[in-house]
């Protein structure tokens, strides 16, 4: 039997990264009894080994609680966990459409951050009632007056009341389980109406198919009912409906408005289910769909090869199956001459390639080879046309290009004022241009950049972080595109161009760039039989080069009365350390020498 | 029954250089005796007839001309057999040496192969060599006198403190030796030898100064009338190494003692490298199949006259396959190797680097 509606509270957390969402989530599902405490591990919501070690959320989940409040009424509260990243920016604002509130955590020494800001924005575009928490008050460092003054002033948001916490300890979570009843309003839902449910996420099961989760926003589905996608158009007939619980999820015979729940259809991939998409009826169809669905589009592109030829269609299963779950990621097959067969992926962002990336590693035992990542360029053409290449391969003759363009990015970094000079620099360095800077508070600041995404897409995170002791924080969504003058920079060994290791990039940084991949590449690719050239050219123009001397001397002189075993297995440890380079042409480079150039950042 | 060729370890020294690591024991008498008896009841066992022996160590010239004689009386042999034996001019060139080369003579050897590893004592002492030029000198001479002409002297390349004008010392000393055959080998620090051990502070010279010293002494034999015909061996026309020629040709040849290597019947097999179970007779163990084709092409690459196409073809019923002519072809322009209608050989360069060159064609 349904919970009147009153009851109903449906809300997320919110949060910078690393302020304690998950760790609060935990305690709520703990105080709510959800889950028994020998079932407790740290962060139970964060399901992937990933997300617990790297202490973010990657994929939203939900939760159903019930509440015992202090005014005696059972309450069902539907916690809906966003990822913590700028890269699932659309993610998060689906998750955050689902509720009527969301709980702001903000940490009490560190204080307002630059994804604070950024989710309280995109909650407020929501209409959500927003609850501060202030956590973290366990620690030595924390200041819970200071950071209520800040909250205050930065967001404007009434701190007085607001529950200080510590999620670790558990220390005065009731009082956040309060406030969400009593701050949150309850759903307005009508039962009567045509179905509309948002799917807020959608996640890849062996045995069910994907199972979509759902807010029923009006209308009601159950079993037996042949569900619709509003954008895709695909229909299917329903074959559960019901509640996520913390432990196992909990079937149902029907979801209501109001509700959040999980519907499976024995539906195959979560393309079919993308998030923000609406469900209706075919019985009872709706006539418009909820409002913000848009299609996500992969903004970085990369190449990624097994380092091993032979373990390609385990690469392609590993992908086939990682995009089950997660429609951003594209990929398809490309050939490089350098690496061999492999994909071109496409990724929400950088920190979606790099989790991607270690997904295979780890989940699929993977070793690969990945190439510099991408943005997506516009190239106007003398004849008059505009290309798109995420692949530098794809560059045209620069002949016929009249111009380029590539996409620039609103780029926000909150830091202690005593790091503005080295962020500035960084910011400068990446062709960035200033907007302006605020103060947050007198020893905070927010500065505002315009940066191109290709300058930030590949190490600027951890340059930023490096520069400034991990205080700093960031966030940018795309801007526009912008004319750049870009070039394309070809790397040749022994005369022949390496296509993996060719990039575009801004012609000022071309010729600095171009002379330490030649130094790095010199220093990894050990001498062989003869001398090999290292040039860097844009065009048929050679701005760098270096030249790896010829070995001399590489001989078994003696002949161990007739131990030839001994000779052939030297031959064929040789032979096997072969297996292991890349060959181009005659040249042999090993992996090490490619990761060295592709690792190549700021600091070299 | 096809004569094959014989490779006889005798593991004795008495005492080990210091970059050395085959296989020795200091001896004692009683062991000596065992041992030897050991190898002639293997002799027996195998049963062949040979057409090259060649006593290997160690220092077979430690045991004894007797137990020498001892040995060969086992050993059934072709008219034209080359019998080697390996000398340490230390004992068999000493003042009061009682080494009796006419009856090794006697018995069969009718070639000897002695370390002089350079003329320069001060080098030989570095090295560790027990004995001075003299020893080699008077060595030499008594071979001589006793009817063996056919002389080999090692010289090592790559010696702490060696110079381009020192190694052509040692070769000049070489020919005036009158030796019929050269085997110049570059130093190679072994794993578990004492030099390696120290190798950081032995001035070795670098891998340039290698390089030459090699080419230096490749320029140099030549010169003297001492033609190339391996990576590391030189002769006069007419006298290479029959018993070495067999390994690099991969003709089938049996080795009989501690640790000794064999190739026959297409299978590799070796004994411990212990002398209690040789002489408790513990039998060879496999070591591998031998032969194929990867394995005579490697090999064959050692040599001067190369892969021969036709021999490959005789042996194989096929040609060389034609991926590795390919690959020659495309090393021939870095001047590492030789291809034409005939064969595939290495320059004295490619030599140098025989190592990549032959995997980069495999």
Redesign the interface.
């Known amino acids: 039997m349904a919970v009147s509606k009153d009851k109903i509270r449906n809300f997320s957390i919110i949060a910078h990264i690393d302020h304690g969402k998950s760790t609060l989530a935990d305690r709520l599902l703990e105080k709510t009894n959800s889950v028994a405490i020998r079932d407790m591990t740290a962060q139970l919501l964060d399901k992937m080994d990933l997300e617990r070690e790297r202490g973010i959320t990657i994929k939203a989940h939900a939760v159903k609680l019930n509440y015992l409040a202090e005014d005696g009424e059972e309450y069902v509260l539907n916690l809906i966990d966003t990822p913590g990243h700028v890269d699932f920016n659309y993610e998060v604002s689906r998750s955050l459409a689902a509720c009527e509130g969301a709980v702001l955590i903000i940490d009490a020494s560190q204080g307002v951050e630059a994804q604070t800001l950024a989710n309280t924005y995109l909650a407020l575009d929501h209409d959500l009632e927003l609850v501060p928490v202030i956590n973290k008050i366990d620690l030595p460092s924390a200041d819970p007056d200071r950071v209520a003054a800040e909250v205050e002033d930065v967001i404007g948001l009434d701190c007085s009341e607001a529950p200080r916490v510590s999620a670790k300890t558990g220390v005065n979570i009731e009082q956040v389980l309060e406030h969400i009843v009593k701050d949150v309003p309850a759903p307005e839902a009508n039962d009567n109406l045509p179905l509309r449910a948002l799917i807020f996420d959608s996640v890849y099961d062996s045995y069910k198919g994907v199972i979509v989760y759902v807010r029923i926003k009006e209308g009601k589905i159950k079993p037996g009912d042949t569900m619709r996608m509003m954008a895709t158009g695909a229909e299917f007939t329903v074959v559960e409906t019901g509640y996520m619980r913390a432990t196992l999820p909990e079937p149902c015979k029907e979801l209501t408005a109001g509700e959040v729940g999980y519907i499976t259809a024995s539906i195959k991939t979560v393309g079919d289910a993308r998030v923000g998409d609406t469900v209706t009826t075919v019985e009872n169809p709706a006539s418009e769909p909820l409002p913000g669905y848009r299609k996500v589009n992969p903004m970085v592109y990369c190449g990624v090869y097994p380092a091993d030829g032979a373990d390609y269609e385990n690469l392609r299963d590993a992908l086939e199956k990682l995009q089950l779950n997660d429609a951003a990621l594209t990929y398809e097959p490309e050939t490089s001459g350098a690496l061999g067969f492999g994909f071109r992926c496409g990724f929400l962002g950088l920190l979606h390639l790099e989790i991607i990336q270690e997904r295979l590693e780890r989940e699929y035992d993977l070793d690969l080879v990945t190439t510099i990542p991408s943005v997506i360029y516009k190239i106007n053409l003398t004849d008059g046309t505009m290309i798109e290449i995420d692949n530098p391969t794809h560059y045209p003759d620069p002949a016929t290009i009249a111009s380029c363009e590539e996409p620039f990015t609103n780029a926000h970094i909150y830091a202690p004022t005593e790091y503005v000079g080295t962020i500035m620099d960084l910011c400068q360095d990446r062709r960035g241009v200033f907007k302006n800077m605020d103060y947050i508070t007198p020893e905070r600041v927010d500065i505002h950049y315009e940066l191109p995404l290709n300058e930030i897409i590949y190490d600027f995170f951890d340059s930023l972080k490096s520069r400034t002791r991990g205080y700093a924080s960031f966030d940018y969504e795309i801007s526009e595109y912008r004319k750049s003058n870009l070039v394309k920079l070809d790397v040749l060994l022994n005369g022949d161009i390496v296509d993996a290791l060719s990039f575009i990039i801004h012609s000022e940084k071309a010729y600095s760039k171009a002379r330490k991949i030649a130094e790095r590449l010199k220093e990894h690719i050990p001498r ?3 001398e090999i050239p290292i040039q860097i050219g844009i065009g048929g123009k050679i701005i760098a080069r270096e030249t790896v001397k ?16 001994r ?2 297995k ?2 064929e440890k ?2 096997e350390g ?1 297996k292991r380079m890349r060959h181009f042409g ?1 040249v042999e480079v090993p992996q090490e020498a490619f990761m060295a150039v592709l690792k190549l950042d700021d600091n070299d | 029954m096809k004569p094959m060729g014989l490779y006889i370890h005798i593991p004795f020294c008495n005492g080990k250089c210091p970059y050395c690591d085959f296989y020795s024991v200091t001896p004692q008498c009683d062991t000596v005796e065992k041992y030897v008896n050991a190898l002639c009841r293997e002799i027996d066992k195998a049963d062949g007839i040979y057409d090259t022996v060649y006593f290997g160590g160690g220092t077979p010239s430690l045991i004894g001309a007797d137990n020498i004689a001892k040995i060969m009386s086992h050993i059934l042999r072709t008219e034209n057999c080359e019998v080697t034996l390996e000398c340490n001019p230390s004992d068999t060139g000493a003042i009061n040496s009682d080494f009796d080369f006419n009856k090794a003579a006697q018995s069969g050897i009718n070639r000897i192969s002695m370390g002089l590893q350079s003329a320069l004592n001060s080098e030989r002492a570095m090295l560790g060599r027990r004995g001075g030029c003299e020893d080699v000198e008077r060595a030499v001479s008594r071979a001589r006198n006793a009817g063996i002409d056919n002389i080999s002297l090692d010289l090592m390349l790559g010696i702490p403190g060696q110079t381009a004008e020192s190694l052509k010392e040692s070769i000049r000393f070489c020919k005036e030796m009158k030796a019929k055959h050269i085997s110049a080998y570059i130093l190679k620090i072994e794993e578990g030898t004492p030099f390696y051990a120290k190798k950081d502070i032995l001035c070795l010279p670098d891998e340039d100064e290698t390089c030459d010293l090699y080419l230096t002494a490749d320029k140099e034999l030549e010169k003297a009338g001492y033609r190339q015909y391996e990576i590391s061996n030189f002769s006069y026309e007419g006298f290479e190494s029959r018993h070495n020629l067999k390994y690099w040709r991969c003709e089938e040849y049996l080795g009989i003692g501690a640790s000794a290597h064999s190739f026959a019947d297409g299978k590799r097999f070796c004994y411990e490298r212990n002398i209690d179970d040789f002489i408790n007779g513990i039998p060879p163990r496999n070591d591998g199949e031998g032969g194929e084709e990867e394995e005579y092409i490697m090999l064959a690459l050692r040599l001067t006259e190369g892969l021969i196409f036709e021999n490959f073809k005789n042996r194989f019923s096929h040609s060389v396959p034609e991926s590795i002519i390919i690959k020659a072809n495309g090393l021939k322009k870095y001047g590492l190797v030789n291809v034409d209608e005939k064969s595939i050989s290495l320059t004295v360069k490619g030599f140098l680097v025989s190592n990549s060159v032959i995997t980069a064609l495999l």
């Open positions: 062989q039989m003869f010829a070995m001399r001397k590489d001989v078994l002189a003696k002949c161990y009365g007739g131990d030839i075993t000779k052939k030297l031959l040789q032979k072969k005659t």
